[in-house]
């Protein structure tokens, strides 16, 4: 169970994994995630499921080592398993004919964005993705992700590929340049969701973001992973991960998120002493 | 006949301040001579009121002459006659309220002690390898589904393939036990006994498959084209909060979320583990029953240096065992009572750093019969804290009724269930413990796993119902 039957290096610190799980494979719905713990001392970490294969039986984790848990996970091999997979774990992607929708995903995020995309196309929506980031070697998924939209955008921050500039700079010129934008969907680093929905908001697009919190259980027991959306306490686990992200707290999201910094550090400073040093492809 | 008069006898424990530091059992438990001597405390009566106050009726008397003559390995398998979690029960079962309140030699001096004698044998039969499986029924070619590895799936899955038929535990965690796992710490329940319980039901063929959150990873209704039977133990365990300000502050846990990290995700041995938790000074939990007194003690072991409970109503109303709030108190534990926290405050960074409260006093009894607790005007006063636990309750996970059609539920999100069989709105599914009754006991959650067991056996063989108990007719109208 569990077993690693692919492995793929991204760019720096980012790994893909196609995992055995027949029955999470089948079950899965676009936006869903899955808890996974490398091994018995694990902690649980939650990875959004980037797709999924039936008729192989295999979920697709595409994730960014920044820490202890991710940097071993990383170490894996294909043959190794990890020792729990559990899920499809929230709510499913809400999937309409909206009309146009623009999907933007920033570093990591584009992998949660890419499943959201898919499903948005297949309900026969016209896609238009943004993907960002900081420069050329960091940018995920180019080629799914065109696969998966209608028409697609690339920035860098640095410029060396695409637009110069942020996804949302994109967004705001397909703007100007009058495109009627039915809804957006933004899905990265905290502060790029806030930027999107803040200039998303001026024009009164409807935009759902996928949030990270610090979670444990991931099925509604502990409520570690409570925000505020709209001036209520909602769990991200069976409440989301989807919201409204015109609603969404972020202020109170980042600082949630930084709760274990001088432990996480603890921990990763520990994992690259006992490894030796930092390498791990 | 005068009988010399024995006091009831205590269990011999870690000392508190030894104690507060590590996350061993508290008592050690009786020895056999001691067990010998409490048990001979018993008069065995002819009509014991005990086995009537016992939820699963075991057979008191008998057990406890087993202890006195000797058979400690005969009183265990007695026990297990009727109970299949005879070590967990005689440590967290609150005996006080259940079969020794009403034991009669409780009348003139203390009551026997039923629990502690219970824990004794069943402690004796694992620690000297005596555990035997009983003899299977033929199997029936049934098969049975159990979602939720707690006392109450764990109960029907043993009764169940006991009867021969094929069953299979879904679990949403890593692990077994339910509460017993994740939520009573080690020095309360250790692990090792928790899993000895589950590791039986498991030789008695029983399959556990983990991280199965049902109503995602398969719905009710899937499992219903697959299963004869189904039987819904999921517990009681979605978190309630305050609802006061500053309660999503960094340093605010729930009790399930502290308790949690601590004991299935062994947060006190991070960094060797990689669940971490918070370093505390100074802890605050809301709350007064079991779970607030474990959270307190919890506090303790992970370091804390001055833990207060904070409970809106006075001692007496405390909801805690007696046994519990004195454990805490003797650690170290300081009860803030006709206390209610009214905001949470919070530094730049977001972390809690101090709780508003005001005293409160009792008014007029409400709808439970306890005298209310009224705020008192101008009594308002703040305190420093950097971790507050707030156990004030669980409620229902709404997960399975949203997936499973047809499924009714109660205003608070309960499973509504037969009192007698256990079965839902939906045939062949029934529902037990926490889950319809909302948080209370293991050996209510073991009971109702009794319950239904038997009439799970019954549907899948075909058998009909037993006559309905001719005084509560109205209820039992059916096939
Ligand atoms: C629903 C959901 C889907 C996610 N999907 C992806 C994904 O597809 N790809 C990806 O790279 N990352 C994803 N993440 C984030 C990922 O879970 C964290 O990066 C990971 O937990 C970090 O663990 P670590 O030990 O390596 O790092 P740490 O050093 O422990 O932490 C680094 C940062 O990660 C966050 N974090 C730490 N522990 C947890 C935890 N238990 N749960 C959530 N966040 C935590 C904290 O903000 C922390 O500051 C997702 C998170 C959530 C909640
Ligand atoms: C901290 C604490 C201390 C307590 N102390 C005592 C005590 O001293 N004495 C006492 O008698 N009682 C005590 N209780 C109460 C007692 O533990 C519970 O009443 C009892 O465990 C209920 O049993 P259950 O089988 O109904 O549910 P649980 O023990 O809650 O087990 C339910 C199981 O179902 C699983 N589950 C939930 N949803 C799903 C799903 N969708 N799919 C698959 N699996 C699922 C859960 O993960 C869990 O393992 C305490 C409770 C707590 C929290
Ligand atoms: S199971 Fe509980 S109530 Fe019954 S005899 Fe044992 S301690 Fe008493
Ligand atoms: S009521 Fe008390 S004295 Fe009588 S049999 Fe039960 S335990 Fe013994
Ligand atoms: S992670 Fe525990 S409630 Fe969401």
New binding site residues.
């Given amino acids: 169970m569990n077993k690693i039957v692919m492995k793929k290096v991204l760019s720096e610190g980012v790994k893909e994994f196609e995992i055995e799980s027949p029955q999470i494979a089948k079950s899965r719905h676009a936006g869903q995630f899955v808890i996974v713990r490398a091994n018995e001392k694990g902690e649980r970490i939650p990875l959004t499921i980037a797709d999924a294969n039936v008729e192989k039986g295999t979920i697709t984790l595409i994730f960014q080592e920044v820490g202890k848990s991710t940097m071993l996970m990383g170490s894996f091999n294909e043959g190794d398993s990890f020792l729990d997979v559990v899920g499809p774990l929230g709510k499913p992607t809400h999937t309409e004919n909206f009309g146009t929708v623009v999907c933007m995903g920033g570093g990591i995020g584009v992998a949660p964005m890419h499943p959201i995309a898919q499903a948005l196309k297949q309900a026969g929506n016209r896609v238009i993705a943004i993907i960002g980031a900081r420069s050329k070697e960091l940018l995920i998924m180019e080629d799914r992700i065109k696969a998966a939209s209608h028409e697609m955008h690339i920035s860098t921050d640095d410029g060396s590929f695409g637009v110069h500039g942020f996804v949302t700079d994109v967004l705001q010129s397909l703007i100007d340049k009058g495109e009627k934008v039915d809804l957006c969907v933004a899905i990265g680093p905290v502060p790029m969701m806030n930027a999107s929905c803040k200039l998303t908001k001026q024009y009164d697009i409807p935009t759902v973001v996928s949030l990270n919190p610090i979670m444990v259980d991931g099925t509604g027991m502990c409520g570690a992973c409570r925000v505020t959306v709209g001036g209520k306490t909602r769990f991200v686990c069976v409440d989301g991960p989807e919201f409204n992200g015109h609603e969404v707290d972020f202020v109170e999201l980042v600082k949630r998120q930084r709760a274990y910094l001088p432990q996480e550090r603890e921990a990763r400073e520990q994992y690259q002493h006992e490894c030796g040093h930092h390498n791990h492809h | 006949m005068p009988r010399e008069k024995i006091p009831r006898q205590q269990m011999p424990e870690q000392e508190a301040d030894v104690r507060r530091h590590n996350f061993k059992e508290v008592p050690f438990g009786f020895t056999p001579e001691l067990a010998q001597r409490e048990a001979s405390r018993c008069l065995f009566c002819k009509k014991p009121k005990?086995v009537a106050?016992?939820?699963?009726n075991?057979d008191?008397p008998a057990f406890i002459r087993l202890i006195k003559e000797g058979d400690f390995d005969g009183a265990a398998k007695k026990?297990k006659e009727e109970?299949a979690l005879?070590a967990i029960?005689?440590r967290v079962?609150p005996?006080e309220e259940?079969?020794?309140i009403v034991c009669v030699t409780g009348i003139k001096d203390e009551p026997v002690a039923?629990?502690r004698l219970?824990r004794f044998a069943a402690d004796y039969e694992r620690d000297n390898n005596l555990v035997t499986i009983p003899k299977k029924a033929p199997a029936t070619g049934k098969k049975a589904a159990i979602v939720g590895c707690g006392p109450a799936g764990l109960t029907v899955a043993g009764e169940l393939a006991k009867l021969g038929h094929d069953v299979t535990i879904y679990e949403a965690l890593h692990q077994p036990g339910g509460v017993l796992m994740y939520g009573i710490p080690e020095f309360r329940l250790p692990k090792a006994i928790v899993n000895a319980e589950v590791d039986y039901v498991k030789k008695l063929g029983v399959e556990i498959i983990y991280n199965a959150v049902i109503g995602r990873y398969l719905t009710v209704d899937e499992l219903q084209g697959q299963y004869d039977s189904i039987f819904l133990g999921t517990g009681a365990g979605l978190p309630y909060f305050m609802n006061i300000p500053g309660e999503n502050l960094n340093g605010v846990y729930s009790a399930n979320e502290y308790l949690t990290r601590s004991n299935l995700m062994r947060a006190y041995l991070f960094p060797e583990y990689d669940t971490p938790v918070v370093q505390s000074k100074k802890v605050a939990v809301l709350g007064g029953g079991n779970v607030a007194m474990d959270s307190a003690r919890t506090a303790l072991r992970l370091g804390a240096e001055e833990v207060n409970i904070i409970y809106r109503r006075s001692r007496k109303e405390m909801p805690a065992r007696i046994e519990e709030v004195h454990h805490a108190e003797e650690e170290g534990v300081v009860m803030q009572l006709l206390t209610n926290p009214t905001e949470l405050l919070g530094d730049e960074e977001g972390w809690v750093k101090g709780m508003r409260c005001i005293r409160m006093e009792l008014g007029e009894p409400d709808a439970s019969g306890r005298r209310r607790p009224v705020p008192i005007e101008g009594s308002e006063f703040e305190i420093e804290v950097d971790t507050v636990v707030v156990s004030i309750g669980n409620g229902a996970n709404p997960l399975i009724p949203q997936t499973t059609e047809g499924l009714d539920t109660n205003k608070w999100g309960n499973i509504i269930a037969d009192d007698q069989t256990c079965v839902t709105s939906k045939p062949g599914v029934y529902a037990g413990g926490d889950i319809v009754i909302g948080a209370a006991t293991v050996?209510l959650a073991m009971g109702a796993g009794k319950q239904a067991s038997q009439a799970m056996h019954r549907y899948m063989m075909g058998i009909p119902e037993p006559e309905p108990e001719p005084k509560d007719d109205k209820k039992d109208d059916k096939k």
């Fill in positions: 005990c106050g016992c939820p699963v075991i008191i026990l109970n005879p029960c005689g079962c005996q259940q079969c020794e039923i629990g219970e050996i």
